[in-house]
């Protein structure tokens, strides 16, 4: 792959601390993640992903090692550069959704819009994943596809370099799931987003240009998709 | 608005029970707060305005008679500005189709032109003509009592002689904002009235033609008070100067004082402990509120809202609650103030009132109130502020159970599961739990102090005229009296037992402190006054020295039994006299010296003399006996008992009325506040686990009692130590209000002990009932299905 270098992560260990025993989360990685890239993250609970994904998107930091975003060393940031780093570059999608309950999908998408340097309105990141008829509904009143949609929404309407997306279809049935993925896929083509996809369903891999797969706190295999699935291809 | 504003809003209206009963609380502290600064600072720019405007003299001062010519030495005398001579007399009133006997004080006024000092303030009609004689102006209060008008007349009775009076001006005067009648220790507004009447009509019918027997003065800027005093005193000694006296010492102006301490007092206890109980409630309520919305902080700092903008979101919400309780807390403050600166303003006859709100006083509860909720609120907004957005992801950690002390003991066996869960529930948050019941206590404390007033009073008029002043009828005599007058009044039909006294105004000194009183010479072994000890029994009148009441030994003079007092007699010869303390008395109602009448009548260097009378008389002929009386001569005026209480009585009700009616609901509110927030926090907290019973099959009742059980079981411990608390702040009432004019004994009655647990109670069964409804509606799918 010809395009740049987003993410670059190095020698990455991560121990939590719980009680008395310590937890050894993730064991010296390395990464690179290319820009455009529409990565999966596969691996079973337990491997690292999440922790991964939380250090590269500047939720978490590592305990040693260096992550660096186009050139600029993470590890080395402070809160406050981490947030600024957050609000600009990156877009998050969780596993529960993570909606405000009290406000609408326009609204939920307009919280992250009013802080971020060059969105686009919440209107048209909500068209892009389908849901531009149900604006003013509250999360409450959609349905767990529909909820997760307007959480991609959220999560690209700020333009984001890179997304990241923890289980996304995990709370999902497949035709749903489905529906999701795509919203993914077409944000990831039309917009260029690196798009990182954790997942446990070894299906998924099959729609990424390249598949990771975790073990135990490392690598443990890299391997590139000649050609990439659409969404309405896969079944599980 | 901003999307963050619209989660706020909806947030609060989400939460409105919660929030409105917070503001209640917030409400009871800034409307107190407003009602006590407001009325204050009403009645003392009021106050100031009037006595400017009336030329309220700086010192004042009686005599029995001095030449006009006297005067022309006051006015060199150094720092004085106006003086002004008056002739002041008693007399006795008739008022048509009014039998009981009524007094009165007559004053003059300048024969032309206006009164240098002691202005009138003129209500309705005008001031007696120049030259008229038989012309008078009366006090408002006066005239109200009786419905005088313009245009009405009375009958006057000085030294014996009967005037018909043509009544032409009501007026006030700042000297009787507060007017008693001498011997008597309320107002009476039907039997006392204060009379304004050109000086040659009063001197002539006084015998003080170009004379004098009263004297005022106002002060240059900067001068001394007390060198004036001085040098009147030394001035007016031989004319039977009484002692001067200062503003400081005019009844009038010491009770209006007094009673603006007591505001004062109040503008500081009660908000302190109402916004500190809304500060503990704002505490649970946004520590709860954020504990329910960790994900969406950590959302929110995902997707790049820094920690100052999660903090402001949070503070945003307390203010918005806070500025409901301010708004509304100062609007209420603001009604109370007026009803209480009505009720103030013609309790203390203030001719109009100046109702101001001073900016500085909202200021001020703005202040005082914000920083109380920031201060609440700042541990569990600093918490969600600094929240990791990836801890904030994962679910919260089981909160930890341990089996409680209690059950360490063995208990486990006596309880049910359920009140095992109670149990384990408050000892797993052991602050929170003491800090509800302290703001139950609170509640109850302040529910207590409005009742206890009205014990307190109630006790305080018990003591005074159930076992201290026993008589019917006083009458007081214009001029020491023959003992030999008692067997005059005796031989009247319908008067059973009479018993003399002698009265001497004097000064006390002991050291440098004094204090101006009447020594009262009692009969030994009397009926109907008695002079009672700390334990409330009568004690025998020594046959020598001189008794005083606590008060008027401990923190005015600072004099132990055994000590030697000098006394300054104001009458007659004027001697100065040494005598020895020898006991002590209780007394809840001014302040007082008792000696024997006869040790009295000695020093005095008399025969026996006495001033007035006490009697006990048959009520049917009561009427009849005042007749009588007020034909005699040398009787002053009579003073009527019963008739005094009903009408103190009358003058508190309404003023602990309406104290009663704004610390029952305030103190309700707190109650409310404390007790409906606890539950709905542990509704909030435990919804899911008590989902799951409800799933297990547990009955709604059973779910209720594990629920309320808590918040019931917090609530019978805190009535206790609000009790404890209650009293406690009665007793540091007894304190803060106490002065030479009354004290507050420290009796509370077991119905204020129970009206507050009542109320206390109904605030509870209130909660019951709305988290009983809000559980029928618990939906035991949905709550199992979301993930905490």
């Known amino acids: 792959m010809d ?155 700020k333009n984001p370099a890179v997304l ?44 990424a240009d390249r598949v990771i797969r975790m073990a135990d706190g490392q690598v443990a295999g890299s391997e590139r998709n000649e050609t990439r699935k659409s969404p309405s291809e896969l079944h599980w | 608005m901003k999307a963050l504003d619209r989660k706020l809003l909806r947030d609060l209206w989400h939460m409105r029970g919660m929030a409105v009963a917070i503001s209640l609380v917030m409400i009871g502290g800034i409307s107190t707060f407003v009602m006590s600064r407001v009325t204050y600072e009403s009645l003392k720019i009021t106050q100031a305005r009037y006595y400017i405007d009336q030329r309220f003299a700086d010192v004042f001062a009686g005599l029995v008679r001095a030449p006009e010519a006297v005067a022309e030495r006051f006015i060199e005398l150094p720092g004085v500005n106006q003086v002004e001579t008056r002739v002041v007399a008693p007399v006795n009133l008739e ?67 009967r005037k018909r009076l043509d009544i032409v001006g009501i007026a006030l005067s700042p000297e009787y904002m507060y007017a008693i009648p001498p011997g008597a220790l309320f107002p009476d507004y039907e039997r006392y009235g204060i009379l304004w009447m050109n000086r040659k009509a009063l001197a002539t019918a006084f015998d003080m033609d170009g004379a004098f027997n ?44 007094e009673e603006l301490r007591g505001l004062e007092t109040m503008a500081t206890i009660f908000p302190v402990i109402f916004l500190g109980v809304a500060a503990f409630l704002l505490n649970v309520v946004i520590s709860r509120l954020v504990a329910t919305e960790r994900e969406q902080i950590g959302t929110l700092k995902a997707f790049g809202y820094s920690t100052a903008q999660v903090a402001l979101h949070y503070i945003k919400l307390v203010l918005s609650i806070t500025a409901f309780g ?40 703005v202040a ?49 599961e359920p009140s095992r869960m109670i149990v384990r529930h408050i000892a797993r948050q052991p602050l929170k739990a003491g800090l509800t019941m302290l703001g ?43 003992r030999r007058a008692l067997y005059s009044i005796k031989s009247l039909e319908g008067v059973g037992h009479v018993e003399g006294f002698r009265a001497v105004p004097a000064r006390l000194v002991h050291g440098h402190r004094s204090h101006r009183t009447a020594i009262d010479g009692i009969e030994p072994g009397g009926e109907l006054q008695r002079v009672l000890d700390a334990a409330l029994h009568p004690v025998s009148i020594p046959p020598q020295g001189i008794l005083l009441t606590e008060y008027l030994a401990e923190e005015i003079l600072r004099i132990s039994p055994g000590e030697l007092l000098t006394i300054e007699v104001l009458e007659g010869n004027r001697p100065v006299l040494q005598v020895p303390v020898v006991g002590t008395t209780r007394e809840y109602l001014g302040v007082n010296a008792y000696m024997s009448r006869e040790a009295l009548n000695d020093l005095m260097r008399e025969g026996p003399a006495i001033s007035g009378a006490r009697l006990a008389v048959d009520p049917e002929r009561q009427v009849e006996i005042y007749g009588r009386l007020r034909g005699m001569p040398r009787v002053a005026g009579t003073i009527v008992r019963d008739t005094a ?68 079981l917090l609530t019978l411990l805190a009535i206790p130590l609000g009790f404890l608390f209650g009293y406690g702040l009665s007793g540091y009432l007894t304190v803060a209000f106490s002065s030479d004019l009354y004290r507050i004994a420290l009796v509370v009655e077991p119905a204020t002990y129970a009206l507050a647990a009542t109320i206390v109670l109904v605030s509870f069964a209130i909660t019951g009932a709305l988290i009983w409804r809000k559980l029928a509606r618990l939906d035991l799918i949905e709550v199992l299905k979301t993930r905490e």
Not at chain 2, 446 to 475: H, P
Request: hydrophobic share 45%.
């Open chain 1, 3 to 157: 395009s740049p270098v987003v993410f670059k992560a190095r020698g990455l260990t991560k121990i939590y601390r719980m009680g008395e025993v310590e937890v050894v989360a993730l064991r010296n990685v390395d990464l690179d993640l290319h820009g455009g890239e529409f990565v999966v993250l596969l691996g079973p609970s337990g491997s690292g992903k999440s922790t991964l994904l939380n250090i590269l998107g500047g939720l978490d930091t590592a305990t040693s090692g260096h992550v660096l975003y186009s050139g600029t060393d993470l590890t080395a940031a402070n809160e406050r550069e981490l947030t600024a780093f957050r609000r600009d570059h990156v877009g998050f999608v969780f596993q529960f959704y993570n909606l405000i309950p009290s406000l609408t999908a326009r609204e939920n998408v307009a919280a992250v819009t009013e802080i971020a340097t060059r969105p686009m309105r919440p209107e048209d990141a909500l068209e892009i994943v389908g849901m531009g008829k149900r604006l003013d509904h509250f999360p409450a009143q959609l349905s767990g596809g529909e909820q997760q949609r307007v959480a991609i929404a959220r999560a690209i309407a």
């Open chain 2, 95 to 161: 008022v048509e189709g009014f039998d009981d006997p009524v007094t009165g004080r007559i004053m003059s006024l300048p024969e032309f032109g206006e009164p240098r000092l002691n202005v009138p303030y003129l209500r309705r009609g005008r001031l007696p003509a120049p030259a008229a004689d038989h012309e008078i102006a009366i006090n408002e209060d006066f005239a109200d009592a009786h419905g005088f008008q313009p245009g009405d007349r009375l009958v006057a009775v000085i030294k014996g002689h």
């Open chain 2, 214 to 257: 009263d004297v005022s003065f106002s002060l240059q800027r900067g001068a001394s008070e007390r060198d004036l005093i001085d040098r009147v005193d030394l001035v007016l000694a031989r004319y039977g100067g009484l002692g001067a006296y200062g503003r400081d010492d005019q009844f009038s102006h010491r009770f209006i004082t």
């Open chain 2, 368 to 416: 005082v109130t914000l920083v109380a909720a920031l201060a609440g609120t700042a541990f569990a907004v600093r918490r969600a502020a600094a929240l990791p957005p990836a801890e904030g992801m994962r679910p919260e950690p089981p909160p930890v159970y341990r089996a409680t002390f209690l059950e360490r003991l063995g208990l486990q066996q006596r309880l049910a």
């Open chain 2, 645 to 712: 209480i009903e009408q103190f009585n009358e003058m508190m009700e309404q003023t602990i009325l309406y104290f009663s009616f704004i610390t029952a609901l305030l103190g309700g509110f707190i109650a409310f506040g404390v007790v409906y927030n606890s539950a709905r926090i542990a509704l909030s907290e435990r919804s899911r686990e008590l989902a799951s019973l409800r799933v297990l099959g547990f009955t709604r009742g059973e779910v209720a009692y594990i629920l309320l059980g808590e918040i019931g």
């Open chain 2, 440 to 482: 139950i206590a609170a509640a109850c404390s302040i529910l207590m102090i409005t009742n206890f007033q009205r014990d307190a009073i109630s006790w305080m008029l018990g003591v005074q005229y159930g076992l201290s002043s026993r008589e019917d009828l006083t009458v007081l005599f214009t001029d020491p009296t023959p």
């Open chain 1, 164 to 207: 990241l997306c923890d289980e996304p279809t995990g709370a999902l049935d497949s035709a749903t799931g489905i529906v999701v993925l795509e919203a993914l896929e077409r944000a990831n083509r039309e917009l260029g987003t690196t798009t990182v996809v954790i997942t446990h369903n070894m299906v998924i891999a099959e729609m």
């Open chain 2, 326 to 365: 301010l708004v509304a807390g100062t609007g209420l403050g603001l009604w109370f103030a007026k009803g209480l600166s009505g009720i103030y303003q013609v309790f203390y006859s203030f001719p109009y009132l100046h109702f101001e709100l001073d900016p500085l006083i909202l200021l001020q509860a």
